[in-house]
């Protein structure tokens, strides 16, 4: 039920005269004429908030001036963007931006709308909805008991939040506040921001694409270059080496023959050992292709793989592969096996890594639709997926590891145990094969890769 509220006492007399006013546009007790202006007006500004959001800039510094034109022509209190993050596993939003009314309490610097667990907040309704793509509006009263405290805390009097999405990912939403009275939302009006936080979505999607066309393109340089540095230094190791293994003949005729054999000569064969596994990782990272892709089952191939897998973990750990899913055919993929045995071997030797005192290590290959689970599908075309399921009971990583952890170089192992290629290697030939790799985490509690490899034939 909808309340009709006209100009009463101003329960916030500090708040600025002219949107005060303004809101009483809005009472529904408006003339037919007086809507259809204001949804005319609200139009137009969807329409010029479209063109700034699709000026060559990063979207991030054109939405304030697009919800400003949008908070204007709707005269509500606030418009603002949350964005829907992770925190240890849990679903959460976070206010990112804000446009406010003159005298509106501005809410951008409340700690209390950063990382709010949508469902432990009793947000259960908005998610789902929001994730359907449906929109939430009407008036705070009506809402259910758990939703209204937060938002009475705001002071709100009636809210309509617009879901965006990036592509099919559902990346967080779009709201609009009234404070001052009861916005009546009416459908039409709704369907127009609608089209608003669409349009911002595809803002958002393109700079996505963009960025990781250019993160790509930089790889490619990175990986150019880290193959001809590899052929190089390979050379003029293979020149200390052979010079080294001269000497120590050399040594053996004289007198000194014990320093052959001594700290310092073990030092050197030490160091020669860490430099060739160094060059071998360049190499595999910049991708010299040894063979062709094939088509191929990834469970045949990891079993194949199995006895070297053991040997890499060890054995304190316990491997284990096996068909998860439901049961369905494995369809194949098409992928270079040599390069498909690389992937599972650095995602088993991190894992190994990850588990000094030893643990499980699971190895679970299915295959899925893409329309299955939308949530892990982001940027994803449809159709049929083998997905690789690598999990372990390790240390996990802190946030600021996983954000890193697939950059080329980067390590949290020490100079002399890690090169920091394993994991860009990885990516490099997963992409490669037309597949994505996801990654979660949980400090304490381990660590789960998901390669999802494009079904190369539909099995029977
Ligand atoms: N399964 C895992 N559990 C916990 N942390 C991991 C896991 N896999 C990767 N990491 C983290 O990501 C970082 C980068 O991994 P990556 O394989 O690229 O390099 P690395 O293992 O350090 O070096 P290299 O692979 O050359 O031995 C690791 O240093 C580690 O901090
Ligand atoms: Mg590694």
Same mark, same amino acid.
């Given at each position: 039920m909808?309340?009709t509220i006209?100009v009463?006492?101003?329960?916030h007399?500090?708040?600025v005269?002219?949107?005060?006013?303004?809101?009483?546009?809005?009472?529904?007790?408006?003339?037919p004429?007086?809507?259809l202006?204001r949804?005319?007006?609200?139009?137009a500004?969807?329409?010029?908030?479209?063109?700034?959001?699709?000026?060559?800039?990063?979207w991030?510094?054109?939405?304030d001036?697009?919800?400003r034109i949008?908070?204007e022509?709707?005269r509500?209190?606030r418009?603002?963007?949350?964005?829907?993050?992770h925190?240890e596993?849990?679903?959460c939003?976070s206010?990112?931006?804000?446009?406010?009314?003159?005298?509106?309490?501005?809410?951008?610097?409340n700690?209390?709308?950063?990382?709010?667990?949508l469902?432990?907040a009793g947000?259960?309704?908005?998610?789902?909805?929001?994730?359907?793509?449906?929109?939430v509006f009407?008036d705070i009263?009506?809402?259910?008991?758990s939703?209204?405290?937060?938002l009475?805390?705001?002071e709100i009097?009636s809210i309509?939040?617009q879901p965006?999405?990036?592509?099919?990912?559902w990346w967080?939403?779009?709201g609009?506040d009234?404070?001052d009275a009861?916005?009546?939302?009416?459908?039409?009006?709704?369907?127009?921001?609608?089209?608003?936080?669409?349009?911002?979505?595809?803002?958002?999607?393109?700079?996505?694409?963009?960025s990781?066309?250019?993160?790509?393109?930089?790889?490619?340089?990175l990986?150019?270059?880290?193959?001809?540095?590899?052929?190089?230094?390979?050379?003029?190791?293979?020149v200390?080496?052979g010079?080294?293994?001269?000497?120590?003949g050399?040594l053996?005729?004289?007198?000194?023959?014990?320093?052959?054999?001594?700290?310092?000569?073990?030092m050197i064969d030490?160091?020669?050992e860490r430099a060739?596994t160094?060059?071998?990782?360049?190499l595999?990272?910049?991708r010299?292709?040894?063979g062709r892709p094939?088509?191929?089952c990834?469970l045949?191939?990891?079993r194949?793989?199995?006895?070297?897998?053991?040997?890499a973990v060890g054995? $304190? =750990?316990?491997l284990?592969?096996?068909? @998860?899913?439901d049961g /369905?055919?494995?369809?194949p993929?098409? #992928? *270079? +096996?040599?390069e498909f045995?690389?992937v599972v071997?650095?995602?088993?030797?991190?894992?190994?890594?990850a588990?000094?005192?030893?643990?499980?290590?699971?190895f679970?290959?299915?295959?899925v639709?893409?329309?299955?689970?939308?949530?892990?599908?982001?940027?994803?075309?449809?159709?049929r997926?083998t997905?690789?399921?690598v999990?372990?009971?390790?240390d996990?990583m802190?946030p600021e590891?996983?954000?890193?952890a697939?950059e080329p170089f980067?390590?949290?192992k020490?100079?002399?145990?890690g090169t920091?290629?394993?994991l860009s290697?990885v990516?490099?030939?997963?992409t490669?094969?037309g597949g994505?790799? $996801? =990654?979660?985490?949980?400090?304490?509690r @381990?660590?789960?890769? /998901?390669?999802?490899?494009p079904?190369? #034939? *539909? +099995?029977?």
């Amino acid at each position: 039920m909808r309340r009709t509220i006209g100009v009463s006492a101003d329960p916030h007399p500090n708040r600025v005269g002219t949107h005060y006013a303004a809101t009483v546009d809005l009472s529904p007790t408006h003339s037919p004429e007086a809507k259809l202006a204001r949804r005319d007006a609200v139009l137009a500004a969807v329409t010029r908030a479209s063109e700034r959001l699709s000026e060559p800039q990063p979207w991030a510094t054109l939405v304030d001036e697009a919800l400003r034109i949008l908070g204007e022509a709707t005269r509500v209190s606030r418009v603002y963007v949350f964005e829907v993050d992770h925190r240890e596993g849990v679903e959460c939003v976070s206010q990112r931006f804000e446009w406010c009314a003159p005298g509106v309490t501005a809410q951008i610097d409340n700690p209390g709308l950063q990382g709010v667990p949508l469902e432990a907040a009793g947000y259960v309704r908005w998610s789902e909805l929001l994730r359907a793509g449906e929109p939430v509006f009407g008036d705070i009263e009506d809402f259910p008991e758990s939703e209204r405290p937060l938002l009475e805390l705001q002071e709100i009097r009636s809210i309509l939040v617009q879901p965006i999405f990036e592509g099919s990912r559902w990346w967080g939403f779009m709201g609009f506040d009234a404070c001052d009275a009861v916005q009546s939302w009416e459908r039409a009006e709704v369907d127009t921001l609608r089209i608003a936080a669409l349009l911002l979505g595809a803002a958002i999607h393109r700079q996505t694409r963009e960025s990781q066309m250019r993160e790509v393109q930089k790889l490619e340089a990175l990986g150019r270059m880290a193959s001809s540095v590899a052929h190089d230094f390979n050379n003029v190791l293979m020149v200390i080496a052979g010079a080294t293994e001269l000497l120590k003949g050399e040594l053996e005729a004289t007198d000194a023959r014990h320093l052959a054999e001594g700290p310092h000569a073990v030092m050197i064969d030490q160091a020669l050992e860490r430099a060739s596994t160094l060059t071998r990782r360049l190499l595999e990272f910049s991708r010299r292709r040894t063979g062709r892709p094939q088509v191929v089952c990834p469970l045949e191939l990891l079993r194949r793989e199995e006895p070297l897998l053991r040997q890499a973990v060890g054995p $304190r =750990v316990q491997l284990r592969i096996f068909q @998860g899913g439901d049961g /369905r055919p494995i369809a194949p993929v098409r #992928i *270079e +096996p040599t390069e498909f045995a690389q992937v599972v071997l650095n995602l088993a030797v991190n894992a190994r890594d990850a588990m000094p005192t030893g643990g499980e290590l699971i190895f679970d290959v299915s295959t899925v639709d893409a329309s299955d689970s939308p949530a892990s599908f982001d940027l994803m075309t449809e159709g049929r997926w083998t997905l690789l399921r690598v999990a372990d009971c390790g240390d996990g990583m802190s946030p600021e590891v996983l954000a890193h952890a697939f950059e080329p170089f980067y390590t949290t192992k020490g100079r002399d145990r890690g090169t920091g290629l394993g994991l860009s290697t990885v990516q490099g030939i997963v992409t490669a094969a037309g597949g994505h790799i $996801r =990654v979660s985490s949980t400090v304490g509690r @381990g660590t789960e890769f /998901r390669v999802y490899l494009p079904a190369a #034939i *539909e +099995p029977a």
